[in-house]
């Protein structure tokens, strides 16, 4: 293969040609490279153990974030800076401060873990902020250890303190990365217009932009993916715009920063994204992804609907835009013609009036997958409902509306009367499957009373400034 990426690795560009487009930063590092510091445990980003760090710009400045090596490919190192475990030693082999403080307060037993917990405590070191312990916990949520327990490793970040960067070190990166910036080639456009161009000769590539979803296809299910085109070059599809009502998400944005714009408009999205997979996951998926793949339990779909999403769609030069709600036909079946790409995710700002909320219903509040996720908008003039949107995921084969139970409560005070009977309306909207998460009278039982805890949320004596911090989300519902 001609292609060749290039990432910043110990202060040297590396080149690297000649790889498969899907083998995993992972086995690059370990058998390529013999940097085994970083361990495959499940090979599925669930455990952390591969955790590595990428240093990319984002709005202007050089920031670190934590992924997982098991599921990433390789060409998502380029234009990145690479860090590993066996980075963080100084010249002369003396350890990182974040690896003294796990050493100090005894936060590893058998080590397996250690390497994964070392970088993402390095990624949160080096974040620029002293951490509390929800942000500790919000950072170790990915990395899962057996034997060692996590006292002694919440003990470790307390201690490891806040790192304090050497802006002409970083200033010196930042140009290094800018200069990896190179033409546009078939496997990593630069731009939309050198993707729309791609598309139009390669209709059946697979587009890669973080690959937590894809990436297991290959994994776990050894699929041949055929032609790949990676997104993570293209400058326009990274860009987030407040303009005339709108929040303009471009499709290749990571969960991570449309968290921080969408949970600063939207308190209760900052609670539902937190519990989106880990922080690695979030630092690599991104928001297009989560939709295009036209999975029905994912989780920002129904609150991006509620809350009346729109897509622009891209098929050459020719755009065209359409609800959230219709994008989904059938069951992982999506509008996308041959050819088209998602590439912008429209979100309006709040308008006057909004009731807003999102619960996402599961086992475990950290890395689960919903067995039900509402999110749900209605427009309130005087109390009485003028606009309803009810959706959710997990409850048919696509996310979707649930239109008997708008119809009810349309014209109505939102009152706990109201409530009911929208959530017995939702028998005619939905006929849901029982699997391993949930059975199917659990969900429809479990969507009914979320629309009645949400009416006693915000009319009741729980007001919307008490809501979020509650923890609302991830199975305690």
């Keep these: 293969m001609a292609e060749t990426i290039r990432f910043l690795h110990r202060g040297q560009v590396r080149h ?93 037993q058998c080590g397996f873990c250690t390497p994964g917990i070392v970088m993402s405590l390095y990624a949160l070191h080096v974040g620029g902020a002293v951490p509390d312990r929800q942000r500790i916990d919000t950072a170790l949520a990915g990395n899962l250890c057996r034997c060692t327990g996590y006292r002694p490793i919440i003990q470790a970040a307390q201690a490891m303190g806040v790192a304090v960067p050497d ?38 590539a697979t587009l890669v932009a973080g690959g937590t979803d894809v990436g297991l296809w290959v994994t776990k299910q050894c699929r041949d993916l055929g032609r790949i085109i990676h997104l993570g070059q293209v400058a326009d599809l990274q860009q987030i715009e407040r303009a005339d009502g709108w929040l303009r998400i471009g499709a290749a944005v990571t969960v991570a920063r449309a968290a921080d714009m969408l949970g600063g408009l939207y308190p209760d999205l900052a609670v539902l994204f937190r519990l989106y997979g880990s922080e690695q996951v979030r630092n690599s998926a991104t928001l297009g992804g989560n939709i295009a793949n036209g999975s029905p339990i994912g989780d920002s779909m129904p609150a991006l609907i509620a809350l009346g999403a729109r897509l622009v769609l891209r098929r050459g030069a020719v755009r065209r835009e359409l609800a959230l709600e219709d994008f989904f036909l059938a069951y992982r079946q999506t509008a996308l013609r041959p050819g088209e790409f998602l590439e912008t995710i429209l979100v309006p700002e709040p308008p006057p009036d909004l009731a807003f909320a999102c619960y996402k219903i599961s086992k475990r509040f950290d890395q689960d997958i919903s ?47 109201a409530a009911r009977d929208a959530a017995a309306a939702l028998a005619r909207d939905f006929q849901p499957l029982s699997d391993m998460r949930a059975s199917a009278d659990y969900r429809l039982l479990v969507a009914g009373n979320l629309i009645v805890k949400f009416q006693a949320e915000w009319v009741g004596a729980a007001l919307a400034t008490t809501r979020v911090p509650a923890f609302k989300a991830g199975g305690v519902a």
């Design 371 to 417: 067995a039900v996720m509402a999110g749900f908008g209605l427009m309130l003039e005087a109390g009485v409902v003028r606009a309803a949107r009810l959706a959710y995921g997990g409850m048919a084969g696509t996310p979707k509306r649930a239109a008997a139970a708008e119809a009810v409560l349309i014209g109505r005070p939102f009152d706990a009367a």
């Design 16 to 108: 690297l040609a000649g790889f498969s487009p899907t083998r995993t930063v992972l086995d690059f590092l370990r058998e390529d490279e013999r940097r085994c510091g970083s361990k495959e445990g499940c090979n599925e980003g669930d455990c952390g153990a591969c955790t590595i760090v990428l240093g990319a710009e984002e709005d202007g400045r050089l920031v670190y974030r934590a992924v997982n090596a098991c599921i990433l490919f390789i060409g998502a190192l380029d234009g990145k800076e690479l860090l590993t475990v066996e980075d963080l030693a100084g010249p002369d082999g003396a350890l990182h401060k974040v690896q003294h403080s796990m050493v100090d307060c005894h936060g590893s």
């Design 167 to 204: 802006a002409a070190e970083m200033a010196e990166k930042l140009e290094l990365l800018r200069s990896m910036k190179g033409d546009d080639s078939a496997l990593l456009p630069g731009s939309a217009d050198a993707l729309a161009d791609l598309l139009l000769h390669y209709p059946d």
